[in-house]
């Protein structure tokens, strides 16, 4: 089924005399994990923004297209709360979305919004503290947590509505790199186990080219690359480079370091441990021969 | 001759007066004027609690910190921060002003400077930075790279001999970065010591050479990227994570005789492209 069609979408934030997006279309089948990046100012949060509906509603300004979840729910004809079962969203800094005592009155805050009833909270509360595996927070309060630990009670509160798409915009940006590979280990296991549909929008390419199944490029307002990780990272460097988006090293190697008369043969190492593979590989072929 | 010393910080205890519990425990540090140095560990290490100390922000609790031998304890913040500029890390606590050149020229008309001199030299330095069209409009305004860069235009200006920067890379994308390089050298190159403070290990491994670690508000290691950032011991107690060409290098170490600084992408691809056309 598909998950959001995004089809000519145009916007432009009130008071700006740019468009932040300039006809877009996109669209993302169910349980797609899709990773969004382009340099600062592409437009990347503002298309995370019309997908759960702050735009229209909440940002204002000129707004063209349309945006349509699970090929009947028309974002700019539903009301904030309403998509909220429907799409979560996680934000760059954890501080901004958690305002309770404690990460299990959190995580119950937007399921009270809701209106569901005291038992099935309960039981969706210890279903998401399980889930992101942050059972021993429960009492805390989100003050007392780490950047990465608050990032996952913020991820569980939205997990807790039972978001049919979950919506991250740069979760990492503001996390050590320890905590960082942490968040986005949590999400693949969510994956795993949800079949959720995950848009993540992230500058650190090289810890989700491995992960995601799609990767998507912004410049410009625009939608530039919509490919495979494998596709983007060995056939667009070029053009990643030129506007400033970082490809993981393991593929830059990889590019220069050898040459394939076969394309088809190439297949881009997005690990160490692939690329130390694919050295190996070559260096006992080229013994052989 | 050797060169003089920038910063030297000796048995540095710190802590607030409020609490029990040391943030800094016994760093010994020794920065030459001229360098450019990376201080790096997991958020919390005590990494910012170091660098509010090189401009007297903080005192030691126990030892000293000199700059350029002026000990901190017997000198103002005012004094300090004229030899040692300061960019935080989020820009929105340290902008104010109404226009780009105002914020630019404040710290110059609190020096006393003639307005004149001072917009000529706040109008140089807005010009190095990239941010000369945006002189008349409000700070506010700015994309978030932009703002960073106004930060640190507004230090540049009034000259100081020692550049400590709070995470510049965080929420920067890949052209932003190498923008943020650039601007290093650059300074460096005028004679200045760059200090960078992050927890960005790429960023390092592509641009920086000499790297001090700290975890738990102590010094773990200081060496060379090439040693410190390969160390696993030393990542995990510091909650780092290995470069990616680092960890590649490691795993190929047995066959493959890495010389010069590997983490640096064409002389990693040098390397192993002669080990592989070696017979």
């Known amino acids: 089924m598909r998950a959001i069609r995004i089809e000519g979408v145009s916007f432009k934030y009130r008071g700006s005399s740019e468009w932040a997006l300039k006809d877009v279309d996109l669209e993302v089948e169910e349980g797609e994990y899709v990773l969004i990046t382009g340099p600062s100012g592409c437009g990347k949060t503002t298309l995370c923004r019309c997908i759960n509906g702050l735009i229209p509603h909440f940002y204002e300004g000129e707004y063209k297209g349309d945006v349509v979840l699970f090929e009947e729910i028309e974002v700019s004809k539903y009301e904030p709360y309403q998509l909220a079962p429907i799409v979560g969203m996680v934000f760059q800094d954890p501080e901004s979305q958690l305002l309770m005592s404690s990460v299990e009155r959190e995580i119950a805050f937007g399921l009270e919004n809701l209106g569901i009833d005291r038992d099935e909270m309960r039981r969706r509360v210890e279903w998401a503290l399980k889930l992101l595996g942050i059972e021993h927070l429960r009492n805390k309060a989100p003050y007392e947590l780490s950047g990465g630990e608050q990032q996952k009670v913020a991820i569980a509160s939205v997990i807790a509505m039972r978001p049919r798409i979950l919506v991250l915009d740069e979760p990492t940006a503001n996390l050590d790199p320890a905590s960082s590979l942490d968040v986005i280990n949590v999400l693949s296991d969510l994956k795993r186990k949800l079949n959720i549909t995950i848009i993540i929008v992230e500058h650190r390419l090289n810890l989700l080219a491995p992960i995601v199944n799609r990767v998507v490029v912004m410049d410009k307002g625009r939608i530039i690359i919509d490919e495979s990780p494998e596709e983007v990272f060995l056939r667009k460097v070029d053009m990643l480079e030129k506007i400033g988006v970082e490809v993981p090293k393991t593929c830059l190697v990889y590019r220069k370091l050898f040459e394939f008369e076969n394309e088809e043969e190439m297949k881009p190492p997005f690990s160490p441990e692939d690329l130390v593979q694919v050295i190996l590989n070559a260096k006992k072929v080229s013994n052989r021969s | ?279």
Not at chain 2, 151 to 176: H, N, W
Not at chain 2, 199 to 227: L, P, Q, R
Request: net charge neutral.
């Open chain 2, 1 to 279: 001759m050797p060169r003089r010393l920038a910063i030297e910080v000796k048995n540095l205890w710190f802590k607030y007066p409020e609490s029990e519990e040391w943030v800094l425990k016994d760093i010994n540090l020794e920065i030459e004027e001229g360098e450019i140095v990376a201080i790096m560990g997991e958020n919390g290490a005590g990494k910012t609690t170091l660098i509010k100390h090189f401009n007297g922000l903080l005192k030691p609790v126990k030892g000293y910190v000199k700059v350029f031998g002026l000990d901190t304890r017997e000198h103002t913040v005012a004094e300090l921060a004229r030899r040692v500029g300061l960019v935080f890390q989020n820009p929105d606590h340290q902008i104010f002003a109404s226009t780009v050149l105002e914020e630019t020229m404040f710290a110059l008309k609190n020096f006393g400077w003639d307005l004149k001199k001072a917009e000529e030299r706040a109008v140089k330095i807005l010009k190095e930075l990239g941010l000369y069209k945006y002189i008349h409009t409000s700070p506010f305004m700015l994309s978030g790279g932009e703002k960073k860069r106004l930060t640190i235009a507004s230090v540049l200006v009034y000259d100081p001999d020692i550049l400590v920067l709070d995470e510049p890379t965080v929420g920067q994308d890949y052209g932003q970065k190498r923008r943020f390089a650039e601007i290093i050298y650059r300074i460096n190159r005028e004679g200045k010591t760059v200090i960078v403070v992050t927890h960005d290990v790429e960023f390092v491994a592509d641009y920086i050479d000499h790297v001090i670690v700290m975890a738990k508000g102590k010094i773990v290691a200081e060496g060379n990227s090439t040693e410190v950032l390969c160390n696993d011991e030393v990542m995990k107690e510091a909650r780092l994570l290995m470069p990616q060409l680092g960890l590649a290098a490691l795993m190929l170490r047995k066959h493959v005789e890495f010389r010069g600084n590997f983490l640096r992408l064409p002389i990693f691809i040098k390397e192993v492209r002669r080990w592989l056309n070696d017979a």
